[in-house]
């Protein structure tokens, strides 16, 4: 499953050192996979004004430890 960040830190964690359920760290874990490079969004598309901007609290990755996600 693909997530951002935020998302991903809302999940229990695959696997644990201890008997405890630990949550997902996502990019802070060395199992985290990104899956895109960061969003470049348009804020003002169809104007003379257009302008692309990063947004990377949108870009999805997945944990590593189950293998590659099904799309």
């Known amino acids: 499953m693909m997530l951002n960040e935020h998302d991903a ?3 229990w964690c ?3 050192l201890s ?4 949550k997902c760290v996502a990019s802070d ?3 985290w996979r990104w899956a ?3 969003p ?5 598309c169809g104007t003379e004004d257009s302008e692309w ?3 990377p609290e949108q870009r999805r ?3 590593g430890l189950p293998g590659l996600p099904k799309l």
């Open 19 to 22: 008997t405890q359920v630990a």
């Open 36 to 38: 895109e490079y960061t």
């Open 40 to 44: 470049h969004i348009c804020e003002k």
């Open 53 to 55: 901007v990063d947004h």
């Open 9 to 11: 830190r809302e999940k």
């Open 29 to 31: 874990c060395m199992a």
């Open 14 to 16: 695959h696997i644990t």
């Open 61 to 63: 990755g997945y944990c």
